[in-house]
């Protein structure tokens, strides 16, 4: 039995950096994966091809365009998704190669085959049409990710109801589409392809959509969303589904019913861990079925450790490699990277784009904090108007006490490259005056935060100091 000092399940982000990070340090690493493709979901199914298709869906629809020079771009009947995603084809290829290659850089044994324990310190790796081969680990890295929650009322076919893994292998595109989950995935496809000219439907039980967002900005979304012509069901709840000749037929908890051409159900997700027989290693799941960790990120088996997506939110690729570096840390006693940052940005890619820092309007509510707020409108600089976003917003939250920042929210074009700058503003304690002492270069996008920070100090002081 081949003995190493590190085994990983899984080559998604967590797998790849948590391998990388062990075999830099001269571990002997080896990293299973099951699929043909290396880069798990985040490469193959998720985060790449979805922001993908967004970016097409941006410039075939002329979406931007439409709002400089008042130009109307109508999509051609009869384009399928395959037209849209041959420029997927060649980044997904190029990030698959770049996993390989950091890999084998690295000396990681890549090992193909479906791994299962047979205890907390030996996997056993099933190759197809061959024997089951063991082998032992002082360490174990579970990275396997999540799969979508299929419930069996849901009579998933892949050709017109979907999940959000098989999506993107819609053939044509649908005039029509009914759209179940207002969470993060079921709000980025229903701006995409209400951008390409598809008649969208969004249901959802709750009251509005992605709620761990800022009210305001959440507000601010659905807006947008309804503007560009995503019609809202929510506070409903589907009662019931049936594929129908000329697509799907969803009955709502109201009385009211959608025909629609195709249905993608985006409500849930699980840690992808069925065929892992965790109950051997001693590994246990939470009540949403996904792996449970400590601070270091290790489960209930003392040599075992989980990062990723298995283990629940965030959720985040960029989230996922920290994560799986400081679990490797931990197991191997190296003193390079003792925990994952406190603030996680968060970044949402619809049209338009959604990224936040730190504490939210109704946070600071709960938590008791006297806070002050500051905001800066996209029509209100010229790099906004220059780029015809005339609806985005950047807004500070910080302290009344000594105007100590505590939460960026930004929705608008390239709010998740914007939010960094408040992002260290915040990680460094910094006030809001920085931004005021700072020179920006002139017209951006970043010299908002110099104008929410006056904003802000004008409603600190009960009068506006300045308009920006």
Excluded: W
């Excluded at 190493?4 to 062990?22: T, W």
């Excluded at 008042?70 to 009869?78: F, I, N, P, T, V």
């Excluded at 892949?158 to 207002?182: N, Q, T, W, Y």
């Amino acid at each position: 039995m081949q003995q190493f000092d590190l085994i990983v399940i899984g080559s998604g982000p967590a797998g790849e950096k948590g391998a990388v990070q062990a075999a830099y340090f001269g571990k002997r690493v080896a990293l299973i994966e099951h699929d043909i493709s290396l880069g798990g979901a985040c490469v193959n199914t998720g985060t790449i091809p979805s922001k993908i298709l967004r970016e097409s869906a941006l410039y075939f629809s002329g979406i931007k365009q439409r709002g400089l020079y008042g130009l109307d771009y109508s999509l051609k009947e009869g384009l399928t998704v395959k037209n849209f995603m041959h420029r997927k084809d060649v980044i997904v290829e190029a990030q698959r190669q770049k996993v390989l290659q950091n890999l084998v850089a690295h000396g990681v044994e890549l090992m193909r085959g479906v791994a299962s324990f047979e205890d907390a310190n030996i996997v056993s790796v099933q190759k197809s049409g061959r024997e089951r081969q063991s082998i032992r680990g002082s360490a174990v890295l579970i990275a396997t990710g999540s799969a979508p929650h299929r419930a069996p009322d849901i009579p998933f076919d892949d050709k017109v109801v979907f999940d959000s893994d098989s999506i993107l292998e819609m053939g044509s595109i649908h005039r029509s589409m009914a759209i179940v989950g207002g969470g993060v995935i079921g709000c980025e496809y229903a701006s995409i392809f209400t951008a390409l000219g598809v008649e969208v439907n969004l249901v959802d039980g709750r009251d509005r959509v992605l709620p761990f967002l800022d009210k305001e900005i959440s507000e601010c979304l659905r807006e947008r969303l309804t503007q560009l012509g995503v019609r809202f069901h929510l506070g409903e709840r589907t009662t019931q589904i049936e594929r129908t000749p000329n697509g799907v037929r969803i009955g709502l908890q109201s009385g009211n019913t959608l025909a629609v051409e195709t249905a993608l159900f985006a409500a849930g997700r699980r840690g992808a861990v069925s065929q892992l027989g965790l109950e051997k290693a001693g590994v246990t799941l939470n009540k949403r079925g996904y792996i449970e960790v400590n601070d270091d990120y290790r489960t209930s088996a003392a040599t075992v450790y989980a990062a990723g997506d298995v283990i629940g939110f965030p959720a985040l690729a960029s989230t996922s490699m920290e994560q799986a570096r400081v679990a490797v840390c931990h197991a191997f006693g190296f003193s390079y990277k003792q925990r994952v940052a406190s603030l996680l940005p968060m970044g949402v890619y619809t049209i338009p784009e959604i990224s936040a820092v730190g504490e939210t309007e109704e946070s600071c509510t709960e938590k008791g904090i006297d806070f002050a707020v500051g905001r800066a409108h996209y029509a209100n600089n010229v790099r906004g108007q220059i780029i015809g976003d005339s609806a985005g917003l950047l807004k500070l939250l910080f302290a009344r006490s000594d105007k100590r920042l505590l939460g960026v929210q930004i929705i608008g074009d390239t709010a998740t490259e914007l939010i960094h700058l408040g992002m260290m503003a915040l990680e460094s304690k910094m006030t809001i005056d920085v931004f005021i002492d700072f020179v920006f270069n002139y017209p951006t996008l970043s010299e908002m935060y110099k104008y929410a920070a006056y904003d802000g100090l004008g409603n600190l002081s009960g009068h506006k100091v300045r308009q920006g």
